[in-house]
């Protein structure tokens, strides 16, 4: 005589034989060949690459060819219908005769000081204003947001008349502090300021309200340790266009001694001959603080996007 194995209390052997079978089912594996909905097929992935090759190309190449051609010497023709990529005959030679030709490294200085100046005046002045349009609530603080976005549809030629007079009139004409006075706040920094601001959560700001922090402390200790991602887009972004300027320096100064490095290249360019050896050589050492600065400043700008806007 069979006997059925004893069950617990609250189990019936319909569903030990249902457990049963859940463990000895073989496990379901998927089809050999399937893929995910964002899995790419191998022409799919074929494809990507060669788009990204083509980016890299029409990227990279005109910097490689104006680097061969600063390399090349002066018996090497540039304009030969089969020209070379790379240089017979590389010296560096041609760089030296840029520092001969103009005063590059005075003209570098100068735009170094312009580029500091706006700089400084981005990184503090859009922080406090993004702050207080973030954070601190006052009369007119929508009305001065509006202003600020309607600045930003204006182009840069409707106010650059107005932007001279204005720097004429403040006695700064044929200055650097007027060269870099209309760039050391800009609107867009401040609305940038202002987004990563509000991205930190109210309830860190009430928090260290109710300890008795100041505003100062709270932008200081709370503020800014959550957007230095921010900031070093802002650095990046704000040195590149002082440094790549030419129109608005070309307006304001007249002493060719005070020249910044993009106005005083002009002159690599001369009225009857141009050696276009000389004029990418120049071209390389006005790029090459650039690369400098994003390759400086880069890191803490993509540590600062992941680790997000809060701290935990």
């Given at each position: 005589m069979t006997t059925?194995?004893?069950?617990?209390?609250g189990s019936t052997p319909d569903s030990a034989t249902t457990r049963a079978t859940r463990?000895?089912?073989p496990t379901d594996k998927p089809r050999r060949g399937s893929r995910g909905f964002n899995t790419p097929s191998p022409a799919g992935t074929a494809v990507r690459y060669l788009l990204l090759l083509l980016v890299l190309l029409l990227v990279i190449g005109p910097f490689l060819w104006q680097l061969s051609t600063s390399l090349k010497g002066p018996a090497e023709d540039v304009y030969t219908s089969t020209p070379a990529f790379l240089p017979d005959q590389p010296t560096l030679g041609n760089y030296g005769k840029v520092a001969d030709t103009i005063p590059v490294w005075t003209y570098a200085l100068n735009s170094v000081v312009v580029a500091a100046i706006c700089i400084t005046?981005?990184?503090v002045g859009c922080t406090l204003a993004g702050?207080?349009?973030?954070?601190?609530?006052?009369?007119?603080?929508?009305l001065l947001l509006g202003l600020f976005l309607a600045t930003l549809v204006l182009p840069g030629e409707v106010t650059i008349v107005s932007q001279y007079v204005l720097v004429r009139g403040l006695g700064l004409a044929d200055t650097l502090a007027g060269v870099a006075l209309p760039g050391s706040i800009a609107m867009l920094n401040v609305l940038l300021m202002r987004t990563a601001f509000a991205a930190v959560p109210v309830e860190l700001d009430q928090a260290a309200l109710v300890d008795g922090a100041s505003v100062r402390q709270r932008l200081w200790h709370i503020g800014l340790p959550n957007v230095r991602g921010m900031l070093s887009v802002i650095v990046?972004?704000?040195?590149?266009?002082?440094w790549d300027d030419f129109l608005w320096p070309l307006i304001v100064l007249n002493d060719p001694q005070k020249y910044t490095l993009t106005v005083g290249l002009q002159y690599l360019d001369g009225t009857f001959s141009a050696n276009p050896r000389l004029i990418a050589a120049g071209t390389m050492i006005a790029f090459l603080p650039v690369?400098?600065?994003?390759?400086?400043c880069q890191r803490f700008f993509f540590r600062g996007v992941e680790e997000g806007a809060v701290k935990g």
């Open positions: 059925s194995p004893p069950t617990t209390a463990t000895t089912r005046g981005n990184v702050y207080a349009l973030a954070r601190l609530r006052f009369r007119g603080a929508r990046i972004f704000t040195f590149i266009g002082a690369v400098v600065v994003f390759g400086l």
